[in-house]
């Protein structure tokens, strides 16, 4: 007799997908913010609904790395499954880097 499928890795992976999904968006539309935006847009936590009907705890934060002679903004994206055993230590991340206009 076949083994029936198996539900678990189908939800992991459409988890998996909607997660990186998620904080990719995230990163890029908050990268594409003005950077008087930016400036002062800090550390935020949200609770958003995926496509596939899951929720996900996303926290972002925007600051600036001052180097001498340059500097960078970094925006940080890391998504969180809100409940369920599918919720994670580690979690979906985004970074992108962004370089001021000179």
């Known amino acids: 007799m076949p083994s029936p499928p198996h539900r678990f890795r189908a939800t992991t992976r459409r988890t998996q997908s909607e997660g990186r999904r998620l ?7 908050i ?21 596939g009907g899951g929720r996900y ?4 934060i925007a600051y600036w790395d001052s180097e001498a ?8 994206v890391r998504v969180y499954p809100t409940r369920g055993w599918l919720r994670r230590a580690w979690p979906y991340s985004a970074v992108v880097v962004r370089a001021p206009p000179s």
């Open 23 to 29: 904080a990719e968006e995230h990163a890029g539309t």
């Open 31 to 51: 990268a594409d913010l003005p950077l008087r935006e930016l400036d002062v847009y800090g550390s935020r936590r949200e609770v958003v609904s995926a496509d």
């Open 57 to 60: 705890v996303v926290r972002s």
């Open 69 to 76: 002679w340059k500097s960078k903004l970094y925006v940080i």
